[in-house]
């Protein structure tokens, strides 16, 4: 078996949305509202988005790269399980990320969403393993940015 060199990384974002913690939760529980933010927009065709949002519940988001991008054609899959959900304050999950067929990260993600005066600020922490040709954790955290910037747009739709 050849061993593979692996990274470890732990990133933290933090986000404020001029809207309550229950709207930025929905968000997330909300099956077409974060097929939107997370899965629409992604330049390449999505193949599955299946969402089982409860603890033990699995999510998968299936893409394939498009015409045009590094390695056109090849296969993406982000696998969610569900560690610990406490409605409007807190989401606990880990995922992995294939890249055409092979594990590529595995990492455990932390939200938490705390309300403010002015609306809800949102902390995010992830704590990654970056398997050796993976995006590796400053792409992934630049992902991630986008991501809630797209969730923020999401929510003053």
Do not use: C
Not at 118 to 143: C, H, K, M, N, S
Request: glycine fraction near 8%.
């Amino acid at each position: 078996m050849m061993n593979q060199p692996v990274t470890h990384s732990t990133f933290a974002i933090e986000r404020r949305y001029a809207t309550v913690p229950e709207r930025v939760f929905a968000a997330f529980s909300d099956r077409e509202h974060k097929r939107r933010w997370y899965a629409d927009d992604r330049r390449m065709p999505i193949e599955q988005f299946d969402m089982d949002f409860r603890v033990g519940g699995s999510d998968v988001a299936r893409f394939r790269m498009a015409a045009g991008m590094p390695f056109p054609g090849t296969e993406l899959v982000y696998r969610t399980t569900y560690l610990d959900i406490v409605p409007d304050r807190r989401l606990l999950y880990a995922y992995s990320l294939t890249f055409g067929g092979k594990i590529v990260s595995a990492s455990l993600v932390t939200f938490e969403f705390l309300p403010v005066d002015d609306g809800t600020d949102v902390l995010f922490t992830e704590q990654g393993a970056y398997w050796e040709g993976a995006d590796g954790p400053q792409i992934r955290e630049q992902g991630w940015r986008s991501l809630l910037e797209k969730l923020g747009n999401s929510l003053t739709e």
